[in-house]
């Protein structure tokens, strides 16, 4: 390939996969974040984590063990699905706000596991669906039939023998269980004085277990999920965000100012602009990103939007993968350059990477079809893969000949989908998302960097700009099947270059970005993609 003498670009990643290499900088040497934008999220459900006690349920003490690894990824914040006793594998719908599931562990094991990440300099955001109990709770064991009892005025009953509670959301009135549980539940009344007053005390507890007034053995930030300001559009609960949940979060953040909440928008197509003008949130999920990111034309309108309507210090959580849809793996059907691809696409661009356990391993798993009950959810949901043997010690199989989701299960000894099979792999997936994350972490404008949608002469190309002083990046995406080339004005970029550049890697020797007078000339193979440093 011939190539103009003088260039100002080095590629710092390749087209469809990275350089393998040594990260230059360890994990555990970078700083802690100063803002939002240089977190990296990492969701966890502890129960499909790692088992350490051999009862084949993932724990505290198993999280414990694995914060080496969680941190080698490169992750600063890690967000695990709810902790307190409930009857649900998912531990959704709890029955005790202030207790800690003893299948995971006890109250000590959750107080070590937080001192743990917190001496790593990470931290612990703590997911809630405090809007709702079952039969298993005392409010609705003591209401239940007793019209005089205190917890009347806490929950909603449509009789006067308090025997018929109001349903929930889809006029759910019984949860059922993968295991053939059953049970009855209704909607906290969030508007009544006590039920508020007992809410900011909750939180505050969670924030600060002992009371001492020093923040180290609680929550950095909590997760609300299901969040709506009509609860289930039912008409019982409305303009929640502004007369419960902001008047919550000013509470909150007097007493701990550094303190973040992040919501999940209910209603997936919401873009969560309501959640920070009138709810007080300071992070919602890039919903629209992430069902657009196959659509080059739907995707690059939305990114563009957001950059516009997204206010200063608020911010989208940015994710391929989460616990309620089927893991993105499946959606491409196994293809690893696609899920290279489009993590490089997302977690480059502006917002707060956010990464579902497995994933960086390219873990499959759909929902199955079996009922009306949370098990449709499992394949989901599934035991990380620590190990080559899917039976190893430490392997979180608590659902194991559960029923007919186990006969679906993705889960396979010597697939490559393990973290031992892929450690040893440089080409590796896990590999890929570590230089990817760590790439992002030690260059400010992947990070903190603005963000802009750059014009080019191809429609099958996504081109955009990030950067933040010195750091300046250009990003190209080719959503074709073919070869293309393509070319960008000098004049174009939002930021100048003035240095010429050291370097250019390359692993395919196709994709190229190359000065031609004042217009870059980009080469990009099928569906590849060029990430460059400007200099």
Same mark, same amino acid.
Not at 77 to 83: E, H, R
Not at 186 to 215: C, R
Not at 432 to 451: C, D, K, V, W
């Given at each position: 390939?011939?190539?103009?003498?003088?260039?100002?670009?080095?590629?710092?990643?390749?087209?469809?996969?990275?350089?393998?290499?040594?990260?230059?900088?360890?994990?555990?040497?970078?700083?802690?974040?100063?803002?939002?934008?240089?977190?990296?999220?990492?969701?966890?459900?502890?129960?499909?984590?790692?088992?350490?006690?051999?009862?084949?349920?993932?724990?505290?003490?198993?999280?414990?063990?694995?914060?080496?690894?969680?941190?080698?990824?490169?992750?600063?914040?890690?967000? +695990?699905?709810?902790?307190?006793?409930?009857?649900?594998?998912? /531990?959704?719908?709890?029955?005790?706000?202030?207790?800690?599931?003893?299948?995971?562990?006890?109250?000590? =094991?959750?107080?070590?596991?937080?001192?743990?990440?917190?001496?790593?300099?990470?931290?612990?955001? +703590?997911?809630?669906?405090?809007?709702?109990?079952?039969?298993?709770?005392?409010?609705?064991?003591?209401?239940?039939?007793?019209?005089?009892?205190?917890?009347?005025?806490?929950?909603?009953?449509?009789?006067?023998? /308090?025997?018929?509670?109001?349903?929930?959301?889809? /006029?759910?009135?019984?949860?059922?269980?993968?295991?053939?549980?059953?049970?009855?539940?209704?909607?906290?009344?969030?508007?009544?004085?006590?039920?508020?007053?007992?809410?900011?005390?909750?939180?505050?507890?969670?924030?600060?277990?002992?009371?001492?007034?020093?923040?180290?053995?609680?929550?950095?930030?909590?997760?609300?999920?299901?969040?709506?300001?009509?609860?289930?559009?039912?008409?019982?609960?409305?303009?929640?965000?502004?007369?419960?949940?902001?008047?919550?979060?000013?509470?909150?953040?007097?007493?701990?100012?550094?303190?973040?909440?992040?919501?999940?928008?209910?209603?997936?197509?919401?873009?969560?602009?309501?959640?920070?003008?009138?709810?007080?949130?300071?992070?919602?999920?890039?919903?629209?990103?992430?069902?657009?990111?196959?659509?080059? /034309?739907?995707?690059?309108?939305?990114?563009?939007?957001?950059?516009?309507?997204?206010?200063?210090?608020?911010?989208?959580?940015?994710?391929? =993968?989460?616990?309620?849809?089927?893991?993105?793996?499946?959606?491409?059907?196994?293809?690893?350059?696609?899920?290279?691809?489009?993590?490089?696409?997302?977690?480059?661009?502006?917002?707060?990477?956010?990464?579902?356990?497995?994933?960086?391993?390219?873990?499959?798993?759909?929902?199955?079809?079996?009922?009306?009950?949370?098990?449709?959810?499992?394949?989901?949901?599934?035991?990380?893969?620590?190990?080559?043997?899917?039976?190893?010690?430490? +392997?979180?199989?608590?659902?194991?000949?559960?029923?007919?989701?186990?006969?679906?299960?993705?889960?396979?000894?010597?697939?490559?989908?393990?973290?031992?099979?892929?450690?040893?792999?440089?080409?590796?997936?896990?590999?890929?998302?570590?230089?990817?994350?760590?790439?992002?972490?030690?260059?400010?404008?992947?990070?903190?960097?603005?963000?802009?949608?750059?014009?080019?002469?191809?429609?099958?190309?996504?081109?955009?700009?990030?950067?933040?002083?010195?750091?300046?990046?250009?990003?190209?995406?080719?959503?074709?099947?073919?070869?293309?080339?393509?070319?960008?004005?000098?004049?174009?970029?939002?930021?100048? +270059?003035?240095?010429?550049?050291?370097?250019?890697?390359?692993?395919?020797?196709?994709?190229?970005?190359?000065?031609?007078?004042?217009?870059?000339?980009?080469?990009?193979?099928?569906?590849?993609?060029?990430?460059?440093?400007?200099?």
């Amino acid at each position: 390939m011939n190539r103009p003498t003088h260039f100002f670009l080095l590629f710092l990643f390749l087209v469809i996969q990275f350089v393998a290499c040594k990260p230059a900088v360890e994990n555990s040497a970078l700083l802690p974040p100063q803002t939002p934008e240089e977190e990296i999220f990492y969701l966890i459900i502890p129960r499909s984590f790692y088992d350490s006690n051999g009862d084949r349920i993932g724990d505290l003490k198993g999280v414990i063990e694995k914060l080496d690894y969680i941190q080698s990824l490169g992750v600063t914040s890690i967000i +695990m699905t709810p902790l307190s006793p409930s009857a649900y594998y998912h /531990n959704y719908f709890v029955d005790d706000f202030k207790g800690i599931d003893p299948e995971y562990g006890t109250l000590q =094991d959750y107080l070590d596991m937080i001192v743990a990440i917190h001496k790593r300099g990470m931290k612990f955001y +703590m997911d809630t669906e405090w809007q709702y109990v079952t039969e298993n709770h005392t409010w609705f064991k003591e209401s239940y039939g007793h019209p005089e009892s205190r917890y009347t005025k806490y929950l909603f009953y449509q009789d006067s023998l /308090n025997l018929d509670p109001a349903s929930i959301i889809f /006029n759910i009135k019984y949860l059922q269980s993968y295991n053939g549980d059953s049970l009855l539940c209704t909607s906290i009344n969030l508007k009544h004085p006590e039920v508020k007053q007992y809410m900011q005390d909750l939180y505050a507890y969670w924030m600060d277990p002992n009371q001492d007034g020093n923040f180290d053995d609680g929550v950095d930030g909590f997760r609300i999920d299901h969040m709506m300001d009509d609860l289930d559009n039912k008409g019982l609960l409305t303009n929640l965000f502004e007369e419960f949940w902001s008047p919550l979060f000013i509470q909150l953040k007097s007493i701990n100012p550094k303190i973040k909440v992040v919501a999940e928008q209910a209603d997936w197509s919401d873009p969560g602009l309501s959640y920070f003008t009138k709810a007080g949130i300071d992070i919602v999920y890039a919903f629209a990103l992430t069902f657009t990111i196959r659509e080059k /034309n739907k995707f690059e309108q939305i990114l563009d939007t957001l950059l516009h309507v997204v206010s200063e210090n608020k911010h989208q959580l940015l994710f391929l =993968d989460n616990h309620d849809l089927d893991r993105y793996a499946s959606t491409v059907y196994g293809d690893r350059d696609a899920m290279r691809k489009d993590a490089t696409l997302l977690y480059l661009s502006k917002g707060i990477p956010y990464i579902y356990y497995g994933q960086e391993l390219g873990m499959k798993g759909a929902a199955v079809i079996h009922g009306k009950n949370d098990g449709n959810d499992i394949l989901r949901r599934e035991a990380f893969e620590w190990n080559a043997d899917m039976n190893h010690e430490g +392997m979180a199989l608590w659902y194991k000949d559960s029923g007919p989701w186990w006969d679906s299960t993705c889960l396979r000894s010597n697939d490559g989908l393990s973290v031992e099979e892929e450690e040893k792999d440089p080409n590796s997936l896990l590999h890929f998302y570590r230089q990817l994350l760590m790439a992002r972490r030690t260059n400010p404008g992947l990070s903190i960097g603005e963000e802009a949608i750059i014009k080019n002469d191809n429609p099958a190309v996504l081109t955009y700009c990030r950067w933040h002083k010195d750091s300046k990046f250009l990003l190209a995406f080719n959503y074709s099947k073919d070869s293309v080339n393509i070319k960008i004005p000098l004049s174009s970029l939002p930021f100048s +270059m003035t240095k010429e550049g050291n370097e250019v890697f390359q692993n395919d020797k196709v994709s190229h970005a190359d000065r031609t007078g004042e217009t870059l000339d980009l080469s990009l193979k099928p569906e590849g993609y060029l990430v460059v440093k400007m200099q």
